[in-house]
């Protein structure tokens, strides 16, 4: 941006001259009357130093009045604008810029911290990131409202009292919007500062298998899943098991955080069908107890939410 001086200086051989009627327009300019309204301590022979910070501040003020949005803000630092205030020094009062966040880069910036405090593996990010509002949610499928009601009462409680260590277990069809609801109540609890993750057991679960020769990547994937405020193991019961990961991975995530921290699950299956599936390896066979072992991690943490309602899956 040129500066203020340099731009009297081409107006006009006479910079005097031109200052004072540069200066008389900022003055009738209507955001600076504004804010000499709201200071009228500050006398026209006060104002000659500070004529470039009353120029930024109304030349800002103009823009972000017609914003054209955040990508293309035209003000010199973009996302923010020159805010004007007053501080007395040495019994005199003398204009302080600063420049300020505007809304929108404050809602980014929001956002951008919102992301950070969610990791998610192997789950589509477009459910992360879609816009969420509760008429959508509530008027999408009018079966699934009393799911709908819980997932919000729960993070309602959350907000409220903080983490407890009780979980949801969401289980229905096909289609239903389970994992729609955990990203939400992901996002929701992500905005009031806590951290999660999200996995899809299917891949999640396949991609363990090939780390059991890498010591120091499973120990900090695990450590991501034992550490994280809020965990959801979305689609469990769709997973081709081994006896390892069921045992030694699986057990030892739940073992840490059952007592500790909620853990989430969506699945097609109820919990008697969850604890038949954990009880059978392609490997072992069946193995009733050590089905029931991870279970008895599972079972008693979680409530039981069943989302009804018609496959949504392909529809606009």
Not at 27 to 56: N, T
Not at 289 to 299: A, E, S, Y
């Amino acid at each position: 941006m040129e500066s203020l001086g340099g731009l009297l200086q081409q107006l006009n051989p006479s910079f005097r001259e031109q200052s004072r009627r540069i200066m008389a327009d900022l003055l009738e300019d209507p955001y600076v009357r504004e804010f000499r309204a709201g200071h009228p301590e500050l006398k026209d022979a006060q104002l000659m130093p500070d004529l470039s910070k009353l120029y930024q501040y109304a030349k800002d003020s103009k823009n972000c009045a017609n914003c054209p949005g955040l990508d293309n803000c035209p003000n010199d630092f973009q996302g923010h604008f020159c805010k004007l205030e007053v501080e007395n020094f040495n019994g005199k009062p003398e204009i302080i810029d600063i420049k300020a966040p505007c809304s929108k880069q404050i809602a980014r910036q929001n956002e951008h911290m919102i992301k950070q405090r969610i990791r998610s593996f192997y789950v589509d990010e477009r459910a992360l990131s879609a816009g969420y509002n509760d008429v959508e949610i509530m008027g999408k499928d009018r079966l699934r409202a009393p799911a709908v009601n819980r997932v919000l009462r729960y993070i309602s409680e959350t907000k409220a009292n903080g983490l407890s260590t009780q979980g949801l277990y969401l289980e229905g069809s096909f289609g239903t919007g389970k994992t729609f609801l955990m990203c939400y109540l992901l996002h929701e609890l992500a905005v009031a500062g806590h951290t999660g993750v999200i996995i899809y057991m299917p891949d999640f679960v396949e991609d363990l298998k090939s780390m059991i020769s890498e010591g120091q990547k499973l120990k900090e994937m695990t450590d991501i899943l034992k550490s994280c405020d809020l965990l959801i193991f979305d689609d469990i019961g769709a997973e081709n098991l081994n006896p390892w990961v069921r045992d030694h991975v699986m057990g030892s995530i739940l073992n840490y955080r059952m007592n500790r921290k909620p853990t989430f699950y969506t699945s097609n299956y109820n919990l008697e069908g969850l604890e038949k599936h954990l009880s059978f390896t392609n490997r072992d066979g069946e193995e009733t107890n050590k089905g029931q072992r991870l279970m008895d991690r599972i079972r008693p943490f979680v409530d039981v939410i069943q989302v009804r309602g018609e496959n949504q899956r392909g529809k606009g």
